[in-house]
């Protein structure tokens, strides 16, 4: 995935921890520039 990675990972496994669906995870507001703001892009 390339550097910093483990933002991403990290992000992910909380996810799937709450048990959010696609549609929830997509609905999150994520800050600019971040890895994690193309999570909903990856989907």
């Known amino acids: ?3 910093h990675a483990e933002e991403v990972i990290n ?6 921890r709450l ?3 696609v549609d929830k995870i997509k609905e ?3 800050t600019y520039p971040k890895n994690s703001y193309d999570i ?3 989907l």
């Open 28 to 30: 999150a507001i994520s």
């Open 11 to 16: 992000i992910f496994a909380l996810e799937i």
């Open 1 to 3: 995935m390339g550097p």
């Open 40 to 42: 909903k892009y990856m």
């Open 19 to 21: 048990g959010l669906n």
